[in-house]
T-cell receptor
Framework: GAGVSQSPSNKVTEKGKDVELRCDPI?????LYWYRQSLGQGLEFLIY????????KSGLPSDRFSAERTGGSVSTLTIQRTQQEDSAVYLC??????????FGEGSWLTVV | GDSVTQMEGPVTLSEEAFLTINCTYT??????LFWYVQYPGEGLQLLLK?????DKGSNKGFEATYRKETTSFHLEKGSVQVSDSAVYFC????????????FGKGTSLLVTP
């Protein structure tokens, strides 16, 4: 497709389990971002990838969160030992050469 | 650090009413400013943007002017429609984190017939 694709769109997991969220950015976009949208909290920056450079992980809330980007394209956000406060929508975005940022529809994570 | 403050919602308007959603920002230098919209059940979409002072972004009848003197980027529409019901996010892009966006907390708009 032409847009940023995320999967799964919805995920319910038990507390303590690990989850992986996938993002497929727009073809040709070298910059990729992960954000978290919690109810009433707005959007929180998590991590940023640019080409082959080391990622900016300054927004990751704890060491349970990690992300990787393989081959400069698809990215996976991993949350280990999930907690209920991790319940949120996780949004992926990629940036065009014109510096416009395009968002996917998000992965809705519920930790029970 | 950079930050965005936008008016809290929810905002409820009748169809054809005038809309203003206030947004002010704090940033070093001259950031780019954006409004994103999130319709129910959908992802964030760029609504409009302005990259320098006095620029006016416009799209779908919405407008916002980059006011450096008041550090504001208020969103306006002269006549709202039911289909404009959504959450609106003001955002800025500074010069850190690879041009990541700093978002406000969002303003929910409900337009009634």
């Amino acid at each position: 497709g032409a847009g940023v694709s995320q999967s799964p769109s919805n995920k319910v997991t038990e507390k303590g389990k690990d989850v992986e969220l996938r993002c497929d950015p727009i073809s040709g976009h070298t910059a990729l971002y992960w954000y978290r949208q919690s109810l009433g909290q707005g959007l929180e920056f998590l991590i940023y990838f640019q080409g082959n450079s080391a990622p900016d992980k300054s927004g990751l809330p704890s060491d349970r969160f990690s992300a990787e980007r393989t081959g400069g394209s698809v990215s996976t956000l991993t949350i280990q030992r999930t907690q209920q406060e991790d319940s949120a929508v996780y949004l992926c975005a990629s940036r065009s050469e014109g510096n416009t940022i395009y968002f996917g529809e998000g992965s809705w994570l519920t930790v029970v | 650090g950079d930050s965005v403050t936008q008016m809290e919602g929810p905002v409820t308007l009748s169809e054809e009413a005038f809309l203003t959603i206030n947004c002010t920002y704090t940033a070093t230098g001259y950031p780019s400013l954006f409004w994103y919209v999130q319709y129910p059940g959908e992802g964030l979409q760029l609504l409009l943007k302005a990259t320098k002072a006095d620029d006016k972004g416009s799209n779908k009848g919405f407008e916002a002017t980059y006011r450096k003197e008041t550090t504001s980027f208020h969103l306006e529409k002269g006549s709202v429609q039911v289909s404009d019901s959504a959450v609106y996010f003001c955002a800025l892009r500074g010069f850190n984190s690879g041009y990541a966006l700093n978002f406000g907390k969002g303003t929910s708009l409900l337009v009634t017939p």
